[in-house]
């Protein structure tokens, strides 16, 4: 590649078929780049077996990913060893600064987190955890709820999100609220018993959102919120017991997936990009990046990862009116036989 930066650091493993993947990039590299070439000239991404990350016959662009990947591991090397805010705060500048040294369009490209032509966004400018981030902690443990649902379209209402899926008339039209529920029967009930069998709704930053840990049956189908004017939903599962924290975004009643399916959030790592290059989740690798820049002091990944949506989709949560009790809520409507 012409430059000092890279004389030391080996270019990715070159294969015909994704399935060379274990034997060429070994064990010490797993999730590293993997270079699988086609008769046609066509250069596909692995970072493992089965999750590809790019397709291209872009000669720039393959050394680009190249240079990329090679720089994420000499970058950790180096973050490891320097003074200041620690490893994790430097690393993604420190990514930045090596492409820069290569070739600066490369350290721009990075910056933006998309791809060629992409401009850096302005700066944050804001507290990372005042919208969305500050509930990603306890959210991990199920806490308040392990199903954190977003639905947008023209006249979402979040009452009529909350009855489509299953909550209690009688409560919705009393104007219940969650400290309501934790006084139910002056209080004798034992409170994780009440919150399995409830759920908080709300409005916020153009969104109805729903929290709760189970439904009633399987839920709503896309043709009854669609029927309510949702066009769009964010849902976003903890389920710690298993390590599964899962994110999809659903709009026109079809998930947006590039074809990868629910993408696990476990799988993102701090300087790489967790979407496919290109593809139509871009988007949230750009706001991803602008997170990593923007806050290289919020070392928790999942409160990186959230405030990313938070920016991408103007996502939000009040936090005051779920930690008080007093956001709007109510059970299961009971079906008795």
Known sequence: MGSDVLDEAMLPPTGTSPDQYERRVGELRSGGLFLV????????????????????????????????????????????????????????VGQAALLDRINPAWGSRFRSGGMDGTQPSTACGRDPLERLAWIADGWRERDPYSHLSFFRGESVNAEQIALLHGAD??????????ADLRDMDGGTFDYWDIVQDTCCFGQGGGWAFLMYHQTPGLGPDAQALARLGVTESVQLNAVPARGIYTFEYIRDGRRVDDGWGARELRWYDRGRAPFFRGGRLDFLNQAIRRAELDHPGLTDEFELYFHALEDAFDLQLPRQDIQQGTVRAAQWARHDS
């Not at 790019?54 to 720089?71: K, P």
């Not at 008339?169 to 969650?178: E, F, N, V």
């Open 37 to 92: 070439l086609d008769e046609t000239g066509t250069v596909r991404g692995h970072t493992g077996p089965h999750q590809e990350v790019f397709v291209t016959q872009d000669l720039d662009q393959v050394l680009y990913f190249a240079a990329e990947d090679a720089v994420r591991r000499l970058a950790e090397h180096i973050a490891a060893r320097s003074p200041g805010r620690g490893p994790v705060a430097n690393l993604v």
């Open 169 to 178: 008339p009688t409560q919705i039209a009393a104007g219940t609220r969650l």
